[in-house]
């Protein structure tokens, strides 16, 4: 077992990881998806997916908030999971979270294109090919790889650089839903949400239920961007925990109010024209509809412009870091746990940055399996989480926290319960299921069998040094 200083400069404070959270869970999904919620589950259907996704989340934010306080280390995940199970169980669990953010990112580099379709209509220039019934053009496949550089760019300048960007983008994002929900309280009408008030999409009720609740994980992950960063925040460990539970609080209240300002000024109708529609961003026509103005919808999308960047930029902070650690374990090659000149990752920024370059190539086809191979990737690391904390409140009972849940024992158990429901929806199929199709399955196999390649590459490489356990020296000032 090594013991050292952290690598790292104690760069962020309070501030800088709320956003970092906060903006990284409200991101685009909020813009680009109410429409397909709706419809799935109508208003009240929506709100109890959220509501039961949220409570899932919020178990696991209290088991992260722990575990957080008492080993603030880069790599969040891997630490927890190696100290409670070992290296194999670490590799799972990193390698699952890891899927999570470079998808989440991908999706980001994808979507983009999207957005700047609906401010400029003519912007799809240069046919090249179709995929999943979706044209790429050039001119996309551009935008997105280029945007891609620029914020692997960022990301490798310094955690500092991404924070402050983080900030004023989030601020946009803010402004942007709070004037849709103002708006929609002066302008909606409550005889709206009562003909949408329940939908069954396809099947039945409680099943399209759950069919949104399976979409929730993508939506909420980014709370867990922070122990992934530990090392590099200048704030006290007990704040740390709280600072994570207040985001995912945050996030929560955020998507139930944009839910209620959609189904509250937007009648059935009109969104099932938006839906049929070439862009299908039934927000931004909501907004449009509140101030009786199509400006407003661009407005709104300008603000959902900055969600795509403020969750791209936390999860390739999120998914760097987590192959530092793994690099760093040697659980992949040493390359990944070297740092630049700057303090960050360099090598394990520029695979996830390339993962986002390559991703526009595939065009908006591929959306909706990058988001459920997140989403399945989230649910497995969130699962092994709330395992470790069972583990370790049972193993190392007398580990210092500085952020101590109540609840102790019950609140991992429930967390695993949940955890563990939420992933068999993915993987059983039934009508109250949303398992992966194959298309995502082949998403998430292919990252099965690099993650297999990784782990017996590295295995042979380093032999007994596979899965080193490099402890960090805790500040006593943040004690």
């Known amino acids: 077992m090594e013991k050292n200083t952290s690598k790292f400069d104690k760069v962020m404070g309070s501030w800088d990881i709320l956003v970092i959270a906060f903006g990284a869970m409200i991101g685009w999904g909020w813009v680009i998806n109410s429409g397909d919620w709706i419809q799935t589950a109508g208003f009240m259907g929506s709100i109890l997916a959220f509501v039961i996704g949220g409570a899932m989340v919020v178990f696991v934010g209290f088991t992260y908030a722990e575990l957080t306080s008492a080993m603030p280390q880069c790599g969040g995940e891997h630490v927890f999971s190696y100290r409670a199970m070992g290296s194999t169980g670490s590799f799972i669990c990193t390698w699952a979270i890891i899927l999570a953010y470079v998808a989440t990112a991908a999706f ?23 995929i999943a019934g979706r044209d790429i053009y050039l ?11 620029f914020i692997t760019a960022i990301n490798i300048a310094g955690a500092k650089t991404a924070a402050i960007l983080q900030t004023v983008l989030t601020a946009v994002i803010a402004i942007a839903g709070i004037l849709l929900m103002v708006a929609s309280g002066v302008s909606g009408d409550s005889a709206n949400i009562t003909e949408q008030f329940w939908n069954a999409g396809t099947g039945s009720t409680v099943s399209s239920v759950f069919k949104v609740a399976c979409m929730t994980p993508f939506l909420f992950v980014g709370f867990d961007v922070i122990p992934q960063a530990a090392e590099e925040i200048n704030v006290p460990y007990k704040k740390i925990g709280r600072i994570m539970l207040f985001s995912i609080i945050m996030a929560i209240v955020w998507y139930l109010l944009i839910v209620f300002a959609v189904c509250y000024v937007m009648p059935e109708s009109a969104m099932v024209a938006e839906m049929e529609s070439q862009t299908g961003l039934v927000t931004a026509k909501a907004m449009e509809l509140a101030f009786h103005s199509p400006m407003m919808g661009k407005v709104l999308i300008i603000g959902g412009l900055c969600g795509i960047v403020t969750s791209w930029n936390s999860f390739l902070m999120g998914g760097s870091r987590a192959m530092y650690s793994m690099g760093e374990s040697r659980m992949l090659p040493e390359k990944f746990g070297e740092l630049g000149k700057r303090k960050t990752p360099v090598a394990a920024l520029l695979l996830c940055g390339a993962a986002c370059v390559i991703a526009p190539f595939f065009g908006r086809g591929i959306l909706v399996w990058l988001v459920d191979a997140a989403s399945f990737g989230c649910v497995v690391a969130y699962l092994f989480v709330s395992i470790s904390y069972c583990i370790l409140r049972k193993k190392e ?18 967390a695993v319960c949940l ?24 998403v998430v196999g292919a990252w099965i069998i690099l993650g297999v390649i990784f782990y017996f590459y590295s295995r042979k490489k380093y032999g007994k040094e596979f899965g080193r356990d490099i402890m960090i020296e805790l500040d006593e000032n943040l004690k």
């Not at 001119?139 to 550089?149: E, N």
């Not at 955890?419 to 082949?442: C, D, H, N, R």
């Open 108 to 130: 980001e580099a994808t979507a983009l294109p999207t957005v700047i379709t609906y401010l400029f209509p003519n912007f799809n220039q240069i046919y090249l090919y179709t």
């Open 419 to 442: 955890t563990g429901f939420m992933t068999s929806l993915y993987i059983i199929p039934s009508k109250f299921s949303s398992a992966l199709i194959w298309q995502e399955w082949v």
């Open 397 to 414: 009972p007398e580990m210092e926290r500085p952020y101590k849940v109540k609840g102790g024992m019950a609140v991992g158990v429930i």
């Open 139 to 149: 001119t996309t496949i551009l935008l997105g790889s280029v945007m891609a550089v």
